[in-house]
């Protein structure tokens, strides 16, 4: 099974066709999951450690705004894990929206940059679209190799 990123990175539809097809999404919703249960972490709504500020820092420069660093601390990690990835563009808010252009902007890049197989699709506009959209995305994913799951 590989692991799988996906853009929007908090889209519950992606994260589902992947989990469907044997693979491992890598997705915000369990990132922020880690944060909200884990023992030690600060109280909400701060959710951090005193750490992950500065590893925001590897993906963004201290001249941007402290939230996309904040965002990139969680994001960057599961791009660098990834051995693929699905793009879609044009997406409505309910589809997936991370609230910040710029982070976005920044976390389709960093995928587009890793060389690994990824998927690029737009946003489907009717039943068809739809149908096909589902269609490709199935393909690409059991095109991927069967990789081990790592063993932590």
């Given at each position: 099974?590989?692991?799988?990123?996906?853009?929007?990175?908090?889209?519950?539809?992606?994260?589902?066709?992947?989990?469907?097809?044997?693979?491992?999404?890598?997705?915000?919703m369990?990132?922020?999951?880690?944060?909200?249960?884990?023992?030690?972490?600060?109280?909400?709504?701060?959710?951090?450690?005193?750490?992950?500020?500065?590893?925001?820092?590897?993906?963004?420069?201290?001249?941007?705004?402290?939230?996309?660093?904040?965002?990139?601390?969680?994001?960057?990690?599961?791009?660098?894990?990834?051995?693929?990835g699905?793009i879609?563009?044009?997406?409505?808010?309910?589809f997936?929206?991370?609230?910040?252009?710029?982070?976005?902007?920044?976390?389709?890049?960093?995928?587009?940059?890793?060389?690994?197989?990824?998927?690029?699709?737009?946003?489907?506009?009717?039943?068809?679209?739809?149908?096909?959209?589902?269609?490709?995305i199935?393909?690409?994913?059991?095109?991927?190799?069967?990789?081990?799951?790592?063993?932590?």
């Open positions: 099974m590989a692991k799988i990123i996906i853009y929007p990175i908090n889209s519950l539809i992606l994260s589902d066709l992947v989990q469907r097809f044997g693979h491992t999404p890598l997705a915000m369990e990132k922020i999951k880690e944060k909200v249960s884990t023992v030690g972490v600060d109280s909400p709504p701060l959710n951090i450690t005193a750490e992950e500020p500065k590893l925001g820092l590897k993906y963004a420069a201290v001249e941007v705004p402290a939230g996309i660093r904040g965002r990139m601390a969680i994001v960057g990690p599961m791009i660098e894990q990834a051995e693929a699905i879609v563009a044009e997406s409505p808010m309910a997936g929206c991370m609230g910040c252009a710029r982070t976005n902007e920044l976390t389709k890049y960093l995928i587009r940059s890793r060389d690994m197989p990824i998927l690029e699709l737009d946003f489907p506009k009717n039943d068809d679209d739809g149908q096909e959209f589902v269609y490709r199935a393909e690409f994913l059991k095109s991927l190799p069967q990789m081990e799951e790592a063993t932590e």
